[in-house]
C-alpha cells in the first residue's frame, strides 16, 4: 500500500490550501511547569514489566485460527505451480491462499508508477516473499502444512549487491530496470567556482551497512469481519494509517475499518504502513469467518519487513583557511531493496551547516532483497556517518579544532526552506554545551596511548529535518470524583507517551497523574492523531491534549465561580482542586455540586498550525570517547555525552531513555549491524540474533550523560517541545567514527567498524 510519508508534508499551499483551520484555544507557551518535565516513571510501566500487558501477539478471540505464511526460498523466481493438495488435509487446517487466488490479487506496492507486486505474487523478488498462506486451528498446525505446500519455482538471475545493480547489464528486478525514478541532483550556488577558492578540500567515499530493525516485538496482526465491518489489532506506530491503507485494500469506507494497538513493543520505523500479514489475516477471515491471528517469526521479520538502506556516499567539501565552509557536492546511492521506496539520504548535507554552494546527486536503486522502510531517522545517520566525519578531516587540514571548526559554520535559518529562520536553534548551544560536560578540550589533548590499547574522543552533529505534521485532535474529560480520562489516537510505542499526555493533563487541569486513564491507538474510540514517527508524537499529539485540558478547565472554572459565588478571576485549579485566590481552603472537584450533576465535562483539542514563515527543529551534538585494542581490533565506548536541543524536556526520564536508546542503536549502526546477504544465493545470512549482531546494554558505556539543551522555544507550538527519538541517534555512529579515528590516527570510512577494519586501517597505515 502507499507508504505514509510523514517526513514531508505536502505543500498545500501549492494547491492553494492553507494547513488546516482548527479551532484551536489559544494558549501561551508555559512560562514554568511543575509536573511537565518532571522524572515521573511510566503510568503504564508495571503492566509493561510485569507480562500483564496485552500486545498484539496476546489477544485471543473467540474460535481465533492461526496463520503460517509460505516464502520464496530464492531471491528471485517465478512460481510455477502450486500443489496444495497435502496442506489442505492436514488436521486443523480451514482455508488457504496462493498467489493463483483471487483474494490474493491485491495490489501491492503502490507507487505513481502504478502498482509493482501484489499480495501475493507469482513473482518472487527476494527470499522471504510471500506466496502463499494457511489458517489453521493451532500456530503449529498453519506451520506444519504450509511446508506441505508444495511450491515449483523457475529460478531468474538475481542481483543483491547494490552499487552493481546499477551496471546496465545487471540483472533485473523490474521489468523497467533497477532504476525506476532518474537521479534527483540539486543544485545552490556555484559549487565549481567555490571550491576554486577553498584552502582546503577533502573528498572521501563512506559506505553505510544496512541494518535491520529490531524491535523487541514481532510485527503481527489479528483479523475478523463482522457484518462486511473489518476489525483489526495490529502491532503498529500508526492505527490511522494502517486504517487507510486497509480501507483502500478492501474498497471499505474508512468508518468500516477499526484498528487498534494495544501494548506495543517498538517499530522504529518498519510498522509505520499497512503490513501483508495484516491483509493475509484479514482475507483468510473474511474467507473462513473466523478471527484469524497472524504473527510473524523473528527470522520472517528479518527478511520481510523492512531495513535500513546501505548507501554509498561520496562528499566533497571545501573552506576556506579561517574555517568558512564554501562548497559541498554529495553523490549518494541507496538500495531499496525489491519494491521503489526512499532510500535518500542527503537532506543533511543541504542544511546542517551555512554553505552557499552545494551540489547534490541522489540515485536509488532496486536490488533482490526485502524492501528499506523508514528506520529511526531514515537517510540521517548515513549522511551524518559521512558529512561528520569530512568535517573532521577539513578541520584536521585547517588545523583547527572539530568543534571551532563546526561553530564556524553554524546556520541560523534553514537553507532548504527558503532561508527561514528558526524558531530556536540550540546546535551551538548543543557543541558548547555537550564539549564542555565531556571535558572536549583535555580529552582531545591526552587521548594518548597506552600500549596496545589506544584511547580517543570524537565529536558529530546533527539535526532532524521534520516538522511533523500538526492534524490531530484530543479530548479530555473529567468527572464527579475528579479523575479525568485522556483520549488519543496515537500509539505509544514505547516511548512513554501515555505518561507525557497524563503529565500534559495533570499540568494544565490540576489532575493528579495517577487519577488519568490514558485511551490510546484505536480508529474505533480515540480521536485522530498522526503516526508516531518522524518524532513528531509529542510534539503533535500534546498541544492537542494540553488545549482539551484547558477547554475542560475553562468549563470546571465556571462552574466553579457561579457554585461558588466566586470571581472567576480569582480561582485556579490545583492537586484536584479549585483554588480561590486569598482563601487559605481549596475545593475538591469531586465538591462541586454542579460537576455531580453534568457527570461529565468534555473538552476538545486540536493542535495549531506550524508557525508561519519560521522553521522548527530540532538539533543534536554528540561526543564519544572510545577505547580500540589493536591487537584485537575491539572497540568500546566508554564514555559519552549526548547533548540535544529537542526544546522543553516533557519529562527527564523518557527523555533520557530516548536518548540512551539512540546511542545504543548508534553503536550498533558504527559498530555492529550488517545484513549479509549471500552472493551466490541472494540469501539472508544474517537471519539470526545469532548471525546479525546488535547492541546490548553491555556495549553502552557506563560513564553517560544525557545533556538536554532548552532553547526555551515559545513559538514552536503551544508546550514548546521539538521531538527528540530521531535526533537522539543521527550524530551518534559518526561521533564514534571521529573517536575511532582520533584513537587510531588512521580513518575508517565504510560502517560498522570491525575488528578487520581497524587491523586493515593500521596495516594501511603502517602501524600496529
Ligand atoms: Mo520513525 S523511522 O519515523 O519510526
Known amino acids: 500500500m502507499r507508504e505514509p510519508n510523514i517526513y514531508w508534508s505536502e505543500s498545500l499551499e501549492a494547491e492553494g490550501l492553507t494547513e488546516f483551520a482548527p479551532e484551536v484555544i489559544d494558549l501561551p507557551p508555559w512560562d514554568k511547569t511543575t509536573v511537565v518535565g518532571a522524572p515521573i516513571p511510566r503510568i503504564d510501566g508495571h503492566d509493561r514489566v510485569g507480562g500483564t500487558a496485552v500486545y498484539t501477539r496476546d489477544v485471543a478471540l473467540p474460535g481465533m485460527l492461526h496463520c503460517a505464511v509460505v516464502r520464496s526460498p530464492h531471491a528471485h523466481a517465478m512460481v510455477k505451480r502450486f500443489d496444495t493438495t497435502a496442506a489442505a488435509a492436514m488436521p486443523g487446517v480451514h482455508a488457504i491462499i496462493t498467489c493463483e487466488s483471487p483474494d490474493a490479487k491485491i495490489p501491492w506496492n503502490l507507487t505513481n508508477q502504478g502498482a509493482f507486486s501484489q499480495l501475493l505474487d507469482p513473482h518472487c523478488r ?228 551555512t554553505c552557499p554552494n552545494v551540489h547534490v546527486v541522489e540515485r536509488s536503486v532496486l536490488i533482490n532483497a526485502g524492501q528499506a522502510r523508514a528506520f529511526r531517522a531514515p537517510g540521517y545517520p548515513q549522511a551524518a556517518w559521512a558529512l561528520e566525519q569530512v568535517m573532521d578531516e577539513l578541520a584536521g587540514k585547517l588545523a583547527m579544532d572539530p568543534i571551532a571548526f563546526r561553530l564556524k559554520n553554524i546556520p541560523a535559518v534553514s537553507q532548504l526552506r527558503s532561508g527561514q529562520p528558526y524558531t530556536s536553534t540550540g546546535l551551538a548551544d548543543c557543541l558548547r554545551t555537550g564539549a564542555e560536560k565531556f571535558d572536549w578540550a583535555s580529552a582531545r589533548k591526552q587521548a594518548a596511548s597506552k600500549g596496545h590499547i589506544r584511547r580517543g574522543v570524537g565529536v558529530a552533529a546533527g539535526m532532524w529535518g521534520s516538522p511533523g505534521s500538526p492534524s490531530a485532535t484530543a479530548i479530555v474529560k473529567l468527572y464527579p470524583d475528579g479523575s479525568a480520562n485522556v483520549n488519543s489516537g496515537a500509539a505509544d510505542i514505547g516511548t512513554g507517551t501515555k505518561t507525557v499526555f497524563a ?22 474510540t480515540t480521536q485522530y492523531a498522526p503516526s508516531s514517527g518522524g518524532s513528531q508524537t509529542i510534539l503533535v499529539n500534546t498541544p492537542a491534549v494540553r488545549a482539551a485540558a484547558a477547554d475542560v478547565k475553562n468549563q470546571l472554572l465556571a462552574l466553579a465561580a ?153 513559538e514552536c507550538n503551544s508546550v514548546g517541545a521539538k521531538g527528540l527519538g530521531e535526533p537522539a541517534t543521527i550524530p551518534s555512529a559518526a561521533a564514534i567514527a571521529n573517536a575511532v579515528c582520533h584513537a587510531l590516527g588512521a580513518r575508517i570510512y565504510d560502517a560498522p567498524i570491525t575488528p578487520a577494519s581497524i587491523v586493515t586501517a593500521l596495516a594501511s597505515k603502517g602501524g600496529k
Open 126 to 353: 527476494y527470499e522471504g516473499e510471500e506466496v502463499a498462506a494457511v489458517a489453521a486451528e493451532t500456530a503449529q498446525q498453519a506451520a506444519d502444512a504450509a511446508r506441505a505446500v508444495v511450491v515449483e519455482y523457475d529460478p531468474l538471475p538475481m542481483v543483491v549487491d547494490y552499487e552493481k545493480a546499477t551496471a546496465p547489464d545487471a540483472p533485473k528486478v523490474h521489468a523497467v530496470g533497477n532504476q525506476p525514478s532518474p537521479a534527483r541532483s540539486s543544485q545552490r550556488g556555484d559549487v565549481q567556482a567555490a571550491f576554486a577558492t577553498a584552502d582546503a578540500v577533502v573528498e572521501r567515499t563512506f559506505r553505510t551497512p544496512c541494518e535491520l530493525h529490531m524491535p523487541l516485538e514481532v510485527h503481527g496482526s489479528v483479523a475478523q469481519w463482522d457484518s462486511g465491518k473489518l476489525e483489526v489489532w495490529d502491532s503498529t506506530q500508526g492505527v490511522y494509517a494502517v486504517r487507510d491503507s486497509l480501507a483502500l485494500a478492501f474498497k471499505l469506507p474508512l468508518s468500516s475499518v477499526r484498528v487498534t494497538s494495544p501494548y506495543m513493543g517498538g517499530g522504529f520505523g518498519s510498522k509505520l504502513e499497512l503490513g501483508k500479514y495484516t491483509v493475509i489475516a484479514a482475507v483468510l477471515a473474511r474467507l473462513t469467518g473466523r478471527a484469524v491471528k497472524c504473527v510473524l517469526t523473528r527470522e520472517e521479520m528479518l527478511r520481510a519487513v523492512g531495513n535500513r538502506p546501505a548507501n554509498t556516499i561520496t562528499i566533497k567539501a571545501g573552506a576556506r583557511k579561517d574555517g568558512t565552509l564554501v562548497a559541498l557536492d554529495g553523490n549518494f546511492l541507496g538500495a531499496m531493496g525489491a519494491y521503489p521506496t526512499g532510500a535518500t539520504s542527503s537532506y543533511l548535507l543541504l542544511d546542517l551547516y
Open 562 to 714: 457561579e457554585e461558588l459565588k466566586k470571581d472567576l478571576a480569582t480561582l485556579s485549579v490545583k492537586d484536584g482542586s479549585i483554588v480561590i485566590a486569598g482563601e487559605s481552603k481549596p475545593v475538591p472537584f469531586s465538591a462541586l455540586r454542579s460537576l455531580a450533576q453534568r457527570q461529565q465535562l468534555v473538552g476538545v483539542g486540536r493542535r495549531a498550525p506550524h508557525p508561519v514563515g519560521k522553521v522548527a527543529l530540532p538539533f543534536a551534538a554528540h561526543f564519544a570517547e572510545v577505547e580500540v585494542n589493536t591487537r584485537t581490533g575491539a572497540v568500546k565506548v566508554i564514555r559519552y555525552v549526548a547533548a540535544q536541543d529537542s526544546g522543553r524536556v516533557m519529562n527527564a526520564l523518557t527523555f533520557e531513555n530516548q536518548v540512551l536508546g539512540g546511542v545504543t542503536m548508534g553503536i550498533g549502526f558504527g559498530l555492529m549491524e550488517n545484513r549479509v546477504l549471500d552472493r551466490q544465493t541472494g540469501k539472508l545470512a544474517s537471519g539470526s540474533w545469532h548471525d546479525y549482531k546488535i547492541p546490548t546494554a553491555m556495549d553502552f558505556p557506563v560513564d553517560f550523560q544525557c545533556v538536554p539543551v532548552d532553547p526555551h522555544d515559545k
Open 503 to 524: 503529565q500534559v493533563v495533570t499540568e494544565e487541569l490540576g489532575v493528579p497523574v495517577e487519577r488519568i486513564r490514558v485511551e490510546y491507538a484505536d480508529t474505533a
